[in-house]
């Protein structure tokens, strides 16, 4: 196991709603990154947050944001949900700064926009 | 921005033969190249890895090798066992930010 882990792990939404992703990265990881995998697809890069601050993001609309906590846990925010929006959500913890460590990921959070 | 290209998408292999995925990224300052393995419902987890000033790395039954120049690198497993059968990805980052992942190769292991 990672150590990274992620709630919820299934939940359901309607169009329109908003949701909170919540993730607790690996002892002493303080970079988060979360990505969405759609069904069939590689992860896509949503953003990445150091020291609390959005380090690099990825081309995803303002809709999708983000949070990092001193104990450098993290939550990713969507607004508005579309049905597009249905994907495992992965949060993805490394090692000392954005500058060049492996990341790890924890199990995921499955979303299902109906 | 980078682009990763992975292929096959799919590919079948006997038990005992050996598999090679190979991917290519468009971003030369890319330098870190990691490879994952996610089996049905479950999280990616990584298998092994490579940095550009390497040129090939061996881990068991598994290696991985790197063209800088050609900006090339593949995932080549020896001695197939029913429970490499996953999807593999890999994926090319600069310095560990911002991984761009491929598509993804389902591979099959065949009894």
């Known amino acids: 196991e990672t150590g990274v882990t992620q709630s919820p792990t299934h939940l359901i939404k309607t169009r329109g709603q908003q949701v909170t992703l919540r993730c607790s990265s690996q002892?002493?990881?303080?970079?988060v990154s979360w990505y969405q995998q759609a069904l069939g697809q590689g992860p896509q890069f949503i953003f990445q947050y150091y020291r609390e601050e959005e380090n690099g993001r990825g081309n995803f609309p303002p809709r999708f944001s983000g949070l990092q906590f001193p104990n450098y846990s993290s939550e990713l925010n969507v607004n508005a949900l579309e049905l597009d929006d249905s994907a495992l959500y992965l949060c993805a913890s490394s090692l000392g700064g954005p500058s060049g460590n492996t990341i790890y990921f924890g199990e995921g959070s499955w979303l299902t926009v109906v | 921005g980078e682009n990763v290209e992975q292929h096959p998408s799919t590919l079948s292999v006997q038990e005992g033969d050996s598999a090679v995925i190979k991917c290519t990224y468009s971003d030369s300052a890319s330098n870190y190249f990691p490879w994952y393995k996610q089996e049905l419902g479950k999280r990616p987890q990584l298998i092994i890895d490579i940095r550009s000033n390497v040129g090939e790395k061996k881990d068991q039954r598994i290696a991985v090798t790197l063209n800088k120049t050609a900006k090339h690198f593949s995932l080549h497993i020896t001695e197939t066992q029913p429970e490499d059968s996953a999807v593999y990805f890999c994926?090319?980052?600069?310095?560990?930010?911002?991984?761009?992942f491929g598509p993804g190769t389902r591979l099959s292991v065949l009894p």
């Open positions: 002892s002493g990881h303080n970079t």
């Open positions: 994926a090319a980052s600069i310095y560990g930010q911002n991984f761009v």
